[in-house]
């Protein structure tokens, strides 16, 4: 990668975040301030390092850039242009991950392995990837174009392009939604900003039809009683006598 390349890969790292994160107020403050682009700044120079076989060198970069940043991510890892570390702390990003342009990563995120032989064991994304805050997506699989990873997902399979995936394992929104009873179906459906307001909701709408099919047959028993017991119909008939009522 040439210098003036590098410099329009920074400059679009920059302008992600300009455009991504409405507390940034000036640029100004983002290359000071924002440790998410300090991270993609250091790794750019490993990743440059790493590629000219200073792999010492970029190792040593890659380090310092956790000790300030709090973000790891090791100098072989592929990362396209317009790339966003928003808050950051904690994100860990392993070697053999191949990440696409327009890339968004929020805090806590682990791209990682699972397996310990050498060669690809990372995953790759896709561009225009969002991973939500504290997700995990592990092994060599692979997340297609424009994809959304819920906050604390667990990815350990491929995820076909414009698909939402939520859950431990994580599954696309999709088939949790149809795999729920109808009163449940708005649950976890891609334009749901709420979706345990929408379980409640759905609780409550089965809870108020249960109330009214029991004002039903109470209508037809002729009782106003909530809730007949045996107890209740001896006291009505004048016979029975309560066990667990002292002796007077």
């Known amino acids: 990668m040439s ?13 992600a975040v300009v455009d991504r994160d409405p507390a940034a107020r000036s640029r100004f403050e983002v290359i000071f301030l924002y440790p998410g682009f300090h991270a993609v700044v ?8 790493w590629r000219l076989r200073l792999k010492f060198v970029a190792r040593l970069v890659s ?14 890892a592929q990362i396209g242009a317009g790339f966003f570390i928003d808050h950051g702390f904690g994100v860990v990003i392993g070697e053999t991950t191949e990440i696409g342009t327009n890339v968004t990563l929020y805090q806590g995120v682990t791209l990682g392995g699972t397996a310990l032989e050498a060669g690809k064991r990372h ?4 561009n225009d990837v969002i991973v939500g805050a504290g997700a995990k997506v592990l092994g060599p ?12 997902a667990v990815v350990v399979k491929d995820v076909a392009a414009n698909t939402t995936v939520v859950g431990i394992p994580a599954k696309p929104v999709a088939d949790r939604a149809a795999s729920r009873p109808s009163a449940f179906v708005a649950y ?52 029975g006598t309560r066990t667990d009522e002292p002796d007077e």
Not at 42 to 49: E, V
Not at 123 to 126: A, E, K, V, W, Y
Request: some cysteine; proline content about 5%; charged content about 20%.
């Open 63 to 76: 380090v310092f850039s956790r000790f300030l940043t709090g973000i790891e991510i090791h100098p072989a």
């Open 123 to 126: 995953p790759t994304l896709g």
């Open 141 to 152: 699989i692979s997340l297609g174009d424009c994809v959304r990873v819920g906050s604390n």
């Open 42 to 49: 250091y790794h750019r120079i490993a990743h440059g390092l």
């Open 188 to 239: 976890g459906t891609a334009r749901d900003a709420d979706p345990a307001g929408h379980a409640v909701a759905g609780m409550l709408e089965q809870i108020q039809l249960l109330k009214t099919r029991l004002a039903e047959l109470e209508k037809q028993a002729g009782t106003n009683s909530p809730l007949a017991t045996p107890w209740s119909e001896a006291r009505a008939s004048g016979g």
């Open 3 to 15: 210098q003036s390349s590098t410099f329009k890969t920074l400059g679009r790292d920059l302008r």
